[in-house]
């Protein structure tokens, strides 16, 4: 990962781009809905990776869902980033969801990561899932991911209620290189759970997450993995 100042001008011209749709979608109709979330973890970890090299981050993430089905939305992370100048990450999405007689929902959707100040490491990724109450499916492609080759990722999530405020969450994620990426290993697995809870107070919803994560070891890659212990609070209103 090495800083490419020559794109810095597009790359901020992403971020720009992102923000004026958020900004858009908070004046969007009156069945729309946008929610905004400010959180703090201890460790800002991608896919048991750790873009922050252990040290904590603050983020911003706005939604917005439409009443016709479709939703957009942005991310924004503080990063650090091994042998690279990258300061910070945001991440725009947009996608259709629909809802089935049978109860399950599907979605499909388009996702553009730019990190600020080192444009290289940038990606783009569709992806299409499924979902139920308490458990999804989602397979994600990218045709250059992080720069490096062509990349397919299939993540299981879900959770289960304990009583009326915790809840116990899980995820199991299996990231394929279909071509590239020199001598890292094809394939590396990724797990995570946690114990949640949500707090009701007078400024919005917290929720509080403490969990243990792991991730396959991988040879060929320098980045580093993220911490076994993880903790984060998210304020949304």
Same mark, same amino acid.
């Given at each position: 990962?090495?800083?490419?100042?020559?794109? %810095?001008?597009?790359?901020?011209? *992403?971020?720009?781009? +992102?923000?004026?749709?958020?900004?858009?979608?908070? &004046?969007?109709?009156?069945?729309?809905?946008?929610?905004?979330?400010?959180?703090?973890?201890?460790?800002?970890?991608?896919?048991?990776?750790?873009?922050?090299? +252990?040290?904590?981050?603050?983020? $911003? #993430?706005?939604?917005?869902?439409? %009443?016709?089905?479709?939703?957009?939305?942005?991310?924004?992370?503080?990063?650090?980033?091994?042998?690279?100048?990258?300061?910070?990450?945001?991440?725009?999405?947009? +996608?259709?969801? #629909?809802?089935?007689?049978?109860?399950?929902?599907?979605?499909?959707?388009?996702?553009?990561?730019?990190? *600020?100040?080192?444009?290289?490491?940038?990606?783009?990724?569709?992806?299409?899932?499924?979902?139920?109450?308490?458990?999804?499916?989602?397979?994600?492609?990218?045709?250059?991911?992080?720069?490096?080759?062509?990349?397919?990722?299939?993540?299981?999530? +879900?959770?289960?209620?304990?009583?009326?405020?915790?809840? $116990?969450?899980?995820?199991?994620?299996?990231?394929?290189?279909?071509?590239?990426?020199? !001598?890292? !290993?094809?394939?590396?697995?990724?797990? #995570?759970?946690?114990?949640?809870?949500?707090? !009701?107070?007078?400024?919005? %919803?917290?929720?509080?997450?403490?969990?243990?994560?792991?991730?396959?070891? %991988?040879?060929?890659?320098? !980045?580093?993995?993220?911490?076994?212990?993880?903790?984060?609070?998210?304020? &949304?209103?």
């Amino acid at each position: 990962m090495y800083p490419d100042r020559r794109n %810095d001008r597009r790359t901020l011209s *992403l971020a720009l781009a +992102g923000l004026t749709v958020a900004l858009s979608a908070l &004046g969007g109709g009156a069945q729309a809905q946008t929610g905004t979330t400010v959180s703090l973890v201890s460790e800002y970890s991608l896919r048991g990776l750790s873009l922050s090299e +252990g040290h904590p981050a603050p983020q $911003l #993430r706005i939604d917005h869902d439409a %009443d016709s089905g479709w939703y957009w939305g942005a991310f924004a992370s503080r990063v650090r980033l091994r042998a690279s100048s990258a300061t910070a990450l945001a991440i725009g999405y947009a +996608g259709y969801a #629909r809802r089935l007689p049978s109860g399950w929902s599907w979605d499909a959707g388009v996702s553009r990561a730019v990190f *600020l100040r080192d444009a290289r490491n940038s990606y783009v990724e569709a992806y299409a899932g499924i979902s139920a109450d308490h458990a999804s499916a989602r397979l994600s492609l990218s045709p250059s991911y992080y720069g490096a080759g062509r990349s397919a990722y299939l993540e299981l999530n +879900g959770f289960r209620p304990l009583g009326e405020r915790w809840r $116990l969450t899980g995820h199991a994620g299996l990231l394929h290189w279909l071509s590239g990426y020199g !001598a890292a !290993a094809r394939s590396r697995i990724d797990l #995570r759970a946690a114990l949640a809870t949500d707090i !009701a107070t007078s400024s919005g %919803d917290v929720s509080i997450e403490v969990g243990l994560q792991a991730r396959q070891r %991988d040879p060929g890659l320098g !980045a580093p993995r993220a911490r076994a212990l993880f903790a984060g609070a998210s304020l &949304g209103f």
